[in-house]
């Protein structure tokens, strides 16, 4: 979209440096040990995809904050938007009281989630926010107490939202009892199916096992509230599930009266190229979860459901903080961004990386599968083609080697390699990001 100069990031002291180093330390005595930093970057500043240290180190921004940033870092028009709210005031709490920016991206996020536009909005501040109301509203609605979710899921890690997370057992050990009514099925991976199976002879495999299997054998489906699912799983591994999966789970819902929510924190607001991942498949959900880049940064949480589906009563569910009106400012600023190029950047600047990341992974026998929609794109790591042995380790160094080259990435699932750059991407810019990744990838696997 943009044409930049051939900007390249730029290293200037060991990393990390004397001043990140300090932060470290205090931050390692005063910060929660239960966070996974990969590599040491202190920011100072961000802009666009742009990242540069306290200690004057510049990095591209491939990793986007954990895929928040949607319209880069610091985008002057959301910036001014959120300022101009600032300077009005901060906080009012929109559950107790109204407010103009609020209503607006209500209706805005009713006009642009698919389905009939007749729907209700309850705001929180994060993703497991939102699926903690969804998996309150199915359960209101419905009256029925069980929920469906699948392996390799992440939904969050609140306790709700956690008995729905099947991603690293890590992040639910010592955590139990969970909530007893979760019960979880196997994603179509179909790298790795868990049926040996290959797609489309497999006629859904997975599908037909939670008929089959789970529906006659463990859980009536009378008593299942909902099915959650990711669009495109991402915590899991960035697993795009083939063309009928989403519809054939769709139908299986509807047979037994069950609600069908797409949690869209890490594949919606326009990462894939569409703006919800589950536009790719033609189908639609009873209740979505919305967060990460919907504000540009700032904290905002979005259960979006039909108003028929959304019919508890006051006092049912509701947050102080949540639908903040610095957060709603930001986010009307950033869907008018993504509707008016952000989206069409992120599937024509992904389509190119795709294509070639795909050329670069027939070179080499270390990369097993390259997948992904728009700019939500994952390479996964094998010891070799055959054996298709996951390679934790080594993705983990690669991801440390881009780091000292000046590339900020992250790992999904137990042996990929996630690209989830802001979506104001240049192609020329994703060319420097993808360089970078060969070269750390030939230097970890010891090629050329
Ligand atoms: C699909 C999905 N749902 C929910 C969450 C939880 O979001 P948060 O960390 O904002 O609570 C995440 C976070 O990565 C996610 O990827």
């Not at 591209?60 to 959301?78: E, M, R």
Request: aromatic letters at 8%; proline letters at 5%; a positive charge.
């Amino acid at each position: 979209m943009r044409k930049s100069a051939m900007k390249k990031p730029k290293i200037i002291t060991k990393l990390p440096g004397p001043k990140a180093k300090e932060v470290l330390r205090r931050d390692s005595k005063y910060i929660s040990p239960s966070y996974t930093r990969s590599y040491p970057l202190v920011i100072e500043k961000g802009k666009g995809v742009w990242v540069t240290d306290i200690d004057g180190n510049t990095f591209l921004d491939l990793a986007a904050g954990i895929g928040v940033v949607a319209s880069g870092h610091s985008h002057p028009a959301v910036v001014a938007a959120a300022k101009e709210q600032l300077d009005k005031f901060l906080h009012m709490s929109g559950t107790d009281f109204y407010y103009v920016k609020q209503a607006k991206l209500a209706e805005k996020l009713a006009e642009i989630v698919p389905g009939a536009k007749n729907k209700k909005v309850l705001f929180g501040n994060s993703g497991t926010e939102a699926v903690e109301c969804a998996m309150k509203l199915a359960r209101y609605h419905t009256r029925r107490p069980r929920y469906v979710a699948f392996t390799g899921a992440f939904h969050g890690r609140t306790m709700g939202s956690l008995s729905l997370t099947a991603s690293k057992s890590i992040q639910r050990k010592y955590f139990a009892p969970l909530l007893p009514s979760v019960t979880h099925v196997p994603y179509a991976y179909c790298y790795r199916c868990p049926f040996n199976f290959k797609y489309p002879s497999c006629d859904l495999a997975c599908i037909t096992y939670i008929d089959d299997v789970v529906f006659k054998r463990v859980v009536p489906p009378e008593e299942v509230a909902a099915i959650f699912v990711e669009s495109i799983q991402g915590e899991g591994g960035y697993i795009v599930p083939p063309r009928k999966f989403l519809p054939a789970l769709r139908q299986l819902c509807d047979k037994y009266g069950i609600l069908l929510i797409d949690d869209e924190v890490q594949a919606g607001m326009g990462r894939t190229g569409k703006m919800f991942g589950i536009e790719h498949f033609n189908t639609k959900a009873d209740i979505y979860c919305i967060a990460k880049g919907i504000a540009s940064g700032l904290p905002l949480g979005a259960c979006v459901a039909r108003a028929g589906i959304m019919d508890w009563q006051p006092g049912a569910h509701a947050s102080t903080f949540g639908g903040n009106p610095v957060s709603c400012a930001a986010a009307l600023k950033t869907i008018e961004l993504l509707e008016h190029k952000l989206i069409e950047n992120a599937a024509a600047v992904g389509k190119v990386a795709l294509e070639r990341l795909k050329d670069i992974a027939d070179k080499y026998e270390f990369i097993g599968d390259v997948r992904g929609k728009g700019l939500m794109i994952g390479i996964e790591l094998v010891a070799d083609k055959t054996s298709k042995q996951p390679v934790g380790d080594k993705r983990n160094a690669v991801v440390y080697e881009a780091f000292k080259q000046g590339l900020l990435l992250l790992g999904a699932g137990e042996s990929t390699l996630r690209l989830i750059p802001p979506l104001v991407i240049s192609d020329s810019e994703m060319q420097v990001g993808i360089d970078i990744i060969e070269s750390a990838l030939k230097k970890i696997f010891r090629v050329g």
